[in-house]
Structures are given as C-alpha cells and as structure tokens.
C-alpha cells in the first residue's frame, strides 16, 4: 500500500532554514510527480510545490517562490522541501501528497514552526 512519511520538521527562528523530507513506499515513485502541501492551525491546506516525476519540472505557490526548493531522489523513493529565509507565516503541518487515478494519498504530516 502507499505510504508516505514526512521528517525533518521542527522550531527554526525567523530568518532561518529548514529541509523536510518524505519517504515514499508502495508505489513506483518514479512514475509520478509529487507534491508539498501545508495547513496552518484554522486555515485550509494550500499548495506549496510541485515536482515532475523526472524532477526537471517545478512549481511554486507565490508565498514560498524564490524561498523554498522541492527535489527527489528517485534512487532514495524520497522528496525534498528546502525552506530558506523563512518566516512566522510559514508555520504550518507539512504533507507530501502523491495523486494516482484521481485518489490523493498524503503522509501524516512534519510540523514546522518559524518562532523567535
């Protein structure tokens, strides 16, 4: 079955970095592109990035672009979100999201909180 298992989150200052990761397992991993998402306490999940399943293709929401970078190791079955210059706003639970024949898988999420 898929799973998908987020690390790396936790309590960075304002100003700081932070990289996240999600191991991925019961699916071709390569075969599919893979995406980050985040909820913040009272507010919906939104969009943060997107990888093509070869990583050659990208995409950014306006509020992380310039700031945040995905990746994957397709050899690792494993996608990456590099945060930098992070911000108060950018506190949220992380989710790595793959979607296959229309069903959204998700992980259980890594919090990140951006506080001095």
């Known amino acids: 079955q898929v799973q998908l298992v987020e690390s790396g989150g936790g309590l960075v200052q304002p100003g700081g970095s932070l990289r996240v990761s999600c191991a991925a397992s019961?699916?071709?991993?390569?075969?599919?592109?893979m995406r980050w998402y985040r909820q913040a306490p009272r507010k919906e999940r939104e969009f943060v990035a997107l990888i093509s399943s070869t990583g050659v293709s990208t995409n950014y929401a306006d509020s992380v672009n310039g700031r945040f970078t995905i990746s994957r190791d397709n050899a690792k079955n494993t996608v990456y979100l590099q945060m930098n210059s992070l911000k108060p706003e950018d506190t949220a639970a992380y989710y790595c999201n793959m979607l296959r024949g229309g069903v959204n898988y998700w992980g259980q999420g890594t919090q990140v909180t951006v506080s001095s």
């Open positions: 019961g699916f071709t991993f390569s075969s599919y592109a």
